[in-house]
T-cell receptor
Framework: KAGVTQTPRYLIKTRGQQVTLSCSPISGHRSVSWYQQTPGQGLQFLFEYFSETQRNKGNFPGRFSGRQFSNSRSEMNVSTLELGDSALYLC????????????FGPGTRLTVL | GDSVTQMEGPVTLSEEAFLTINCTYTATGYPSLFWYVQYPGEGLQLLLKATKADDKGSNKGFEATYRKETTSFHLEKGSVQVSDSAVYFCALSLNNAGNMLTFGGGTRLMVKP
Protein backbone atom coordinates (compact mmCIF):
# COMPACT_ATOMS: atom_id res chain seq x y z
CA LYS A 1 0.00 0.00 0.00
CA ALA A 2 1.13 3.52 -0.64
CA GLY A 3 1.91 5.51 2.47
CA VAL A 4 0.49 8.80 3.66
CA THR A 5 1.15 11.55 1.13
CA GLN A 6 1.24 15.27 1.79
CA THR A 7 1.30 18.16 -0.63
CA PRO A 8 3.03 20.44 -1.08
CA ARG A 9 6.26 19.39 0.59
CA TYR A 10 7.55 22.94 0.94
CA LEU A 11 5.75 26.25 1.09
CA ILE A 12 6.80 29.84 1.63
CA LYS A 13 4.19 32.43 2.59
CA THR A 14 4.20 35.93 4.05
CA ARG A 15 2.55 37.16 7.21
CA GLY A 16 -1.17 37.72 6.88
CA GLN A 17 -1.65 35.27 4.04
CA GLN A 18 -3.53 32.02 4.35
CA VAL A 19 -2.41 28.52 3.39
CA THR A 20 -4.02 25.16 2.69
CA LEU A 21 -2.17 21.88 3.14
CA SER A 22 -3.36 18.54 1.83
CA CYS A 23 -3.07 14.99 3.14
CA SER A 24 -4.04 11.70 1.51
CA PRO A 25 -4.20 8.82 4.02
CA ILE A 26 -3.23 5.21 3.48
CA SER A 27 -5.89 3.44 1.45
CA GLY A 28 -8.60 2.14 3.77
CA HIS A 29 -7.68 4.47 6.63
CA ARG A 30 -10.57 6.65 7.70
CA SER A 31 -8.93 8.75 10.40
CA VAL A 32 -6.57 11.62 9.70
CA SER A 33 -4.71 13.63 12.35
CA TRP A 34 -2.58 16.72 12.01
CA TYR A 35 0.44 17.65 14.13
CA GLN A 36 2.66 20.71 14.22
CA GLN A 37 6.39 20.28 14.82
CA THR A 38 8.55 23.24 15.85
CA PRO A 39 11.97 23.39 17.51
CA GLY A 40 10.55 25.24 20.50
CA GLN A 41 7.28 23.41 21.16
CA GLY A 42 8.08 20.00 19.72
CA LEU A 43 5.27 17.89 18.32
CA GLN A 44 1.79 19.13 19.14
CA PHE A 45 -1.58 17.69 18.18
CA LEU A 46 -3.76 19.97 16.07
CA PHE A 47 -6.92 17.98 15.28
CA GLU A 48 -8.28 14.69 14.07
CA TYR A 49 -10.96 13.89 11.55
CA PHE A 50 -12.91 10.69 11.14
CA SER A 51 -15.66 10.14 8.59
CA GLU A 52 -15.66 13.84 7.72
CA THR A 53 -16.20 14.90 11.36
CA GLN A 54 -13.71 16.55 13.67
CA ARG A 55 -13.34 14.21 16.63
CA ASN A 56 -10.54 15.80 18.65
CA LYS A 57 -8.94 19.19 18.74
CA GLY A 58 -5.70 20.40 20.29
CA ASN A 59 -5.01 23.72 21.91
CA PHE A 60 -4.56 25.92 18.86
CA PRO A 61 -6.29 29.19 17.91
CA GLY A 62 -9.24 29.27 15.57
CA ARG A 63 -6.97 30.36 12.70
CA PHE A 64 -6.17 26.67 12.37
CA SER A 65 -8.95 24.67 10.79
CA GLY A 66 -9.39 21.52 8.81
CA ARG A 67 -11.78 19.33 6.99
CA GLN A 68 -12.07 15.83 5.65
CA PHE A 69 -13.66 14.71 2.43
CA SER A 70 -15.72 11.61 1.70
CA ASN A 71 -12.64 9.86 0.26
CA SER A 72 -10.85 10.46 3.62
CA ARG A 73 -8.47 13.01 2.17
CA SER A 74 -7.97 15.92 4.51
CA GLU A 75 -6.95 19.55 4.28
CA MET A 76 -5.85 21.94 6.94
CA ASN A 77 -6.02 25.68 6.59
CA VAL A 78 -4.19 28.40 8.47
CA SER A 79 -5.51 31.92 8.04
CA THR A 80 -3.75 35.18 8.81
CA LEU A 81 -0.35 33.57 9.02
CA GLU A 82 2.07 34.61 11.74
CA LEU A 83 5.84 34.13 11.87
CA GLY A 84 5.34 31.58 14.64
CA ASP A 85 3.33 29.35 12.32
CA SER A 86 6.55 28.36 10.56
CA ALA A 87 6.78 24.64 11.21
CA LEU A 88 6.70 21.16 9.80
CA TYR A 89 3.07 20.06 9.57
CA LEU A 90 2.65 16.31 9.79
CA CYS A 91 -0.36 14.30 8.84
CA UNK A 92 -1.02 10.82 10.23
CA UNK A 93 -3.63 8.23 9.35
CA UNK A 94 -5.09 5.13 10.96
CA UNK A 95 -7.77 2.65 10.03
CA UNK A 96 -10.29 3.41 12.73
CA UNK A 97 -10.47 5.95 15.49
CA UNK A 98 -10.07 3.23 18.10
CA UNK A 99 -6.88 1.91 16.50
CA UNK A 100 -3.89 3.12 18.46
CA UNK A 101 -1.22 3.05 15.74
CA UNK A 102 -0.84 6.07 13.48
CA UNK A 103 1.27 6.28 10.32
CA PHE A 104 2.84 9.58 9.35
CA GLY A 105 3.45 11.31 6.07
CA PRO A 106 6.65 13.16 5.18
CA GLY A 107 5.24 16.51 6.24
CA THR A 108 4.84 19.95 4.71
CA ARG A 109 7.51 22.47 5.65
CA LEU A 110 5.84 25.89 5.95
CA THR A 111 7.98 29.00 6.18
CA VAL A 112 6.29 32.31 7.00
CA LEU A 113 8.30 35.42 6.13
CA GLY B 1 -2.26 15.96 32.18
CA ASP B 2 -0.61 13.18 30.24
CA SER B 3 3.03 13.72 29.41
CA VAL B 4 6.19 12.03 28.15
CA THR B 5 9.71 12.86 29.26
CA GLN B 6 12.77 11.83 27.32
CA MET B 7 16.44 12.23 28.05
CA GLU B 8 17.83 15.27 26.34
CA GLY B 9 20.31 14.84 23.57
CA PRO B 10 22.29 14.80 21.60
CA VAL B 11 23.51 11.31 22.34
CA THR B 12 26.79 10.66 20.55
CA LEU B 13 28.03 7.09 20.22
CA SER B 14 30.62 5.20 18.25
CA GLU B 15 29.48 2.53 15.83
CA GLU B 16 28.69 -0.81 17.53
CA ALA B 17 28.16 0.84 20.91
CA PHE B 18 25.16 0.03 23.12
CA LEU B 19 22.29 2.51 23.04
CA THR B 20 19.80 3.43 25.72
CA ILE B 21 17.37 6.33 25.41
CA ASN B 22 15.30 6.84 28.52
CA CYS B 23 11.59 7.56 28.38
CA THR B 24 9.14 7.95 31.25
CA TYR B 25 5.49 8.84 31.12
CA THR B 26 2.61 10.19 33.17
CA ALA B 27 -0.86 9.09 32.19
CA THR B 28 -4.30 9.00 33.77
CA GLY B 29 -5.12 5.60 32.30
CA TYR B 30 -3.35 2.70 30.66
CA PRO B 31 -1.61 4.04 27.58
CA SER B 32 -0.16 2.40 24.54
CA LEU B 33 3.49 3.37 24.14
CA PHE B 34 5.44 4.04 20.98
CA TRP B 35 8.85 4.91 19.66
CA TYR B 36 8.97 6.88 16.43
CA VAL B 37 12.11 7.79 14.48
CA GLN B 38 12.67 10.84 12.30
CA TYR B 39 15.49 10.88 9.78
CA PRO B 40 16.75 14.24 8.50
CA GLY B 41 14.22 15.96 6.28
CA GLU B 42 11.60 13.27 6.72
CA GLY B 43 8.42 12.60 8.65
CA LEU B 44 8.00 10.16 11.54
CA GLN B 45 8.32 6.43 11.13
CA LEU B 46 6.89 4.01 13.66
CA LEU B 47 9.78 2.04 15.14
CA LEU B 48 8.01 -0.12 17.71
CA LYS B 49 5.07 -0.18 20.09
CA ALA B 50 3.73 -1.90 23.20
CA THR B 51 0.14 -1.88 24.33
CA LYS B 52 0.20 -3.32 27.85
CA ALA B 53 2.45 -3.78 30.84
CA ASP B 54 5.46 -6.10 30.34
CA ASP B 55 4.99 -6.14 26.55
CA LYS B 56 8.24 -5.84 24.64
CA GLY B 57 8.23 -4.06 21.30
CA SER B 58 11.05 -4.79 18.90
CA ASN B 59 12.09 -3.86 15.38
CA LYS B 60 15.37 -3.54 13.43
CA GLY B 61 17.41 -4.51 16.50
CA PHE B 62 15.70 -1.92 18.73
CA GLU B 63 13.76 -3.02 21.80
CA ALA B 64 11.67 -1.38 24.50
CA THR B 65 9.74 -2.93 27.40
CA TYR B 66 6.58 -1.41 28.87
CA ARG B 67 7.29 -1.08 32.59
CA LYS B 68 4.15 -0.05 34.45
CA GLU B 69 5.81 -0.08 37.87
CA THR B 70 8.38 2.50 36.81
CA THR B 71 6.18 4.15 34.12
CA SER B 72 9.01 3.76 31.64
CA PHE B 73 9.59 2.63 28.07
CA HIS B 74 13.34 2.89 27.50
CA LEU B 75 14.67 2.28 23.99
CA GLU B 76 17.71 0.00 23.61
CA LYS B 77 19.87 -1.36 20.83
CA GLY B 78 22.83 -3.62 21.30
CA SER B 79 25.02 -2.33 18.46
CA VAL B 80 24.25 0.96 16.73
CA GLN B 81 25.17 1.80 13.16
CA VAL B 82 25.86 5.12 11.48
CA SER B 83 22.54 4.72 9.68
CA ASP B 84 20.73 4.85 13.05
CA SER B 85 21.58 8.55 13.36
CA ALA B 86 18.21 10.28 13.68
CA VAL B 87 15.85 11.84 16.20
CA TYR B 88 13.89 9.40 18.34
CA PHE B 89 10.51 10.27 19.85
CA CYS B 90 8.74 8.44 22.64
CA ALA B 91 4.96 8.81 22.62
CA LEU B 92 1.82 7.58 24.31
CA SER B 93 -1.80 7.32 23.35
CA LEU B 94 -4.86 6.74 25.51
CA ASN B 95 -8.03 5.13 24.30
CA ASN B 96 -10.11 7.36 26.56
CA ALA B 97 -8.42 10.43 25.06
CA GLY B 98 -9.25 9.57 21.48
CA ASN B 99 -5.89 7.88 20.95
CA MET B 100 -4.19 11.13 20.00
CA LEU B 101 -0.44 10.94 20.42
CA THR B 102 1.41 12.81 23.16
CA PHE B 103 5.09 13.08 22.34
CA GLY B 104 8.26 13.56 24.31
CA GLY B 105 10.70 16.23 23.22
CA GLY B 106 12.80 13.91 21.08
CA THR B 107 16.39 12.69 21.47
CA ARG B 108 18.92 13.21 18.72
CA LEU B 109 21.27 10.28 18.23
CA MET B 110 24.55 10.74 16.37
CA VAL B 111 26.59 7.64 15.58
CA LYS B 112 30.19 8.14 14.48
CA PRO B 113 32.09 5.59 12.39
Amino acid sequence: KAGVTQTPRYLIKTRGQQVTLSCSPISGHRSVSWYQQTPGQGLQFLFEYFSETQRNKGNFPGRFSGRQFSNSRSEMNVSTLELGDSALYLCASREEIVTDTQYFGPGTRLTVL
Amino acid sequence: GDSVTQMEGPVTLSEEAFLTINCTYTATGYPSLFWYVQYPGEGLQLLLKATKADDKGSNKGFEATYRKETTSFHLEKGSVQVSDSAVYFCALSLNNAGNMLTFGGGTRLMVKP
